[in-house]
């Protein structure tokens, strides 16, 4: 059943464990962790750095532990220098996990967002034993929060067998399905005060903001967006300046939404659903944005099933995903996953966000992406994706590919009008 609306968290979570709600020392909690135990780490700003350390400090606990995320943005302890006994299972890999690649201790799993908290749960493929999280202090109430993580880790949570806490001063108190009381936890350890793991601001350059006005061009007042890591979206956003009544329902909140919330331009005010809230599974950037979001009483953080569910998604009018790609073949198919035979990423929330715009009313999906690779040495637009790479996104679901050229609108268009639009968009000077 779809939830009614981003407070909705009844809706969103699987129905809590009842759990011990302890204060534990580091050594009790380290040791509550199972040998071969496979342990869940929040992905982004999230990871519970402190647990982490504390365990790369004691690998001689365990004969086996897998670790296992999604997106990480930096190479933590237990990750930064592989050895027995930690291995590490990623849904979403990335540069983070480099070490981890070269030591034979990294397996991928490819899935979409919306999957997670389902391949992860007790009856899933890759049911985890432990979730590791990092938490607010308490609130007045005596709840903490979850903070700058929501999506699966807010499911998971609560469905998992065993939960440890650290709890952080630094992680700002956040609403919504962040939000928990003490018994969702087995055991929480009073830890130092540390920064959050920072996803530094992409610099942009005059190419990302000539893709940015182009997208820019597509979105008409009152649009809904989603948008996604990197150079190309946050100049896509700060391209909006000028636009009204935005709204925002998407996996990630960083940087560069400040501007356009404290401007005006983004009020929610025309959204079908959740008028006036910024919703968002995770908070993604610097400190500025966490400290930022913490003062925000229209923010809500929600779960993967409400921020990436396309039931969710088709609800919500003029809904517009704004991703990239690594290419982009003349039928339209998307590869966001492997370069050069070497895997980047993976599927993420955009094989969601292109679904949920499609069936939504007036919704939009927008794939932005330089014309180039190798330092404009390779196009980007192919003739073909490669049989060694993935499509992440099929061509059913490509409405508009936006290059640094223009824009080439696919939806409606047969493979011949496709692979025209494409060209037109691509480097005059490199062949396809």
């Not at 990335?94 to 997670?116: D, K, N, W």
């Not at 610097?286 to 609800?315: F, I, M």
């Amino acid at each position: 059943m779809t939830p009614a609306d981003a407070l909705d968290v009844r809706g969103q979570l699987p129905r809590p464990r009842t759990r011990d709600g302890r204060a534990m020392s580091m050594a009790e909690a380290l040791a509550r962790i199972p040998d071969g135990a496979r342990v869940y780490v929040p992905p982004l700003m999230g990871p519970p750095t402190a647990l982490l350390a504390a365990m790369a400090a004691e690998p001689d606990r365990w004969t086996a532990i897998e670790t296992t995320s999604d997106y990480l943005a930096e190479p933590l302890p237990v990750f930064a220098h592989p050895k027995a006994p930690f291995r590490h299972l990623s849904v979403q890999p990335s540069r983070a996990l480099g070490a981890m690649a070269e030591a034979g201790a990294l397996r991928i799993v490819s899935g979409t967002t919306s999957q997670f908290a389902g391949l992860y749960g007790p009856d899933g493929p890759l049911a985890v034993d432990v979730v590791l999280v990092q938490v607010s202090e308490p609130g007045p109430d005596g709840r903490f929060s979850l903070g700058t993580n929501g999506g699966p880790t807010a499911e998971l949570v609560r469905s998992a067998p065993f939960v440890l806490a650290e709890i952080n001063q630094t992680m700002p108190y956040l609403r919504g399905a962040v939000e928990c009381d003490r018994r969702d936890f087995d055991g929480l350890v009073e830890v130092d005060s540390h920064p959050l793991v920072e996803l530094p601001v992409a610099p942009r350059s005059s190419v990302t903001d000539r893709i940015g006005h182009h997208v820019a061009s597509l979105i008409p007042d009152g649009a809904v967006i989603e948008y996604g890591i990197g150079a190309i979206p946050d100049a896509s956003l700060a391209a909006l300046a000028e636009h009204r009544d935005l709204g925002l329902h998407s996996g990630m909140l960083g940087d560069a939404v400040i501007d356009l919330v404290e401007s005006g331009a983004m009020n929610g005010a025309a959204k079908s659903v959740d008028a006036g809230l910024l919703v968002t599974s995770a908070i993604v950037g610097t400190q500025r944005v966490a400290e930022w979001a913490a003062q925000r009483d229209d923010l809500v953080l929600v779960g993967s099933s409400y921020s990436h569910g396309v039931p969710t998604l088709a609800r919500q009018d003029r809904f517009t995903a704004i991703n990239s790609a690594v290419e982009v073949s003349l039928d339209g198919s998307i590869n966001a996953e492997v370069a050069d035979g070497r895997v980047v990423s993976g599927p993420g929330g955009q094989p969601d966000f292109a679904a949920g715009a499609w069936l939504a009313t007036a919704g939009l999906s927008i794939v932005a992406l330089p014309a180039t690779a190798r330092r404009g040495t390779r196009s980007r637009i192919v003739e073909a994706i490669d049989p060694g790479h993935r499509v992440t996104v099929p061509p059913y679901l490509a409405d508009c590919v936006v290059t640094e050229f223009g824009v080439a609108v696919l939806r409606g268009a047969d493979r011949e009008q496709r692979a025209a639009a494409l060209r037109a968009i691509a480097s005059p000077d490199l062949p396809i």
